[in-house]
């Protein structure tokens, strides 16, 4: 279920009303969340999900990212409603908390895919400071130095760059300790990097 599917329509579209359910108070919205009522939910998207999206259009300054940050807290906080206790604070306290999670991942996503970048970018303005590095690190061209490295490093830089998991994720997708991520990933941007400056002289001498 996506934030989208609780409207019928995107949040910046949406009402500023919830029209479900208008008769329950918060404290009673709260607990038909926590049992699992998916009229609930529907209801809290309407009721706080404006309050969600301003927070991460805020921090990230992108309209389409916010609203991909928005649809994730909701699904988020309907998958963890086990973890959510209406006794001990409000519901839409506990919204925001997984709603700052949510904004540090997308912020921690954006620094994976620059360091990626900045590690194949180094290689560019020495060599050809007339071309846009760009050009030099669209996705083919990324896809295929990617292909040269061992398989592991490969499988960790994709699912960081691709995929946008960090690396406590990417250890729980694969299996791997952390600190064996950590060493892929470093020693696969180190990889990433000679293949791309190989690319780079090869491109300065022909």
Known sequence: MTAQHLTGQPLTDAPHTAPVPE???????????????????????????????????????????????????????WRGRAGFAPERGALAAWLVGITRRKIADALHARTRRADLVAAAGAVVSTQDRSGEPDAVLDRVLIRQELSK?????????SLAYYNDLTQTQIAEVTGLPLGTVKSHTRRGLHGLNRHLQDVAGNSSRS
């Open 149 to 157: 490295l061992p398989a592991t490093q490969r499988r960790v830089l």
């Open 23 to 77: 008769s329950l108070d918060e404290e009673e919205l709260a607990t038909a969340f926590a049992r699992g009522d998916e009229q609930a939910l529907s209801g809290a998207y309407h009721r706080w999900g404006r309050l969600v999206y301003t927070l991460a259009l805020r921090s990230l300054g992108d309209a389409a990212e916010a609203e991909d940050v928005t649809q994730v807290v909701f699904l988020a906080a």
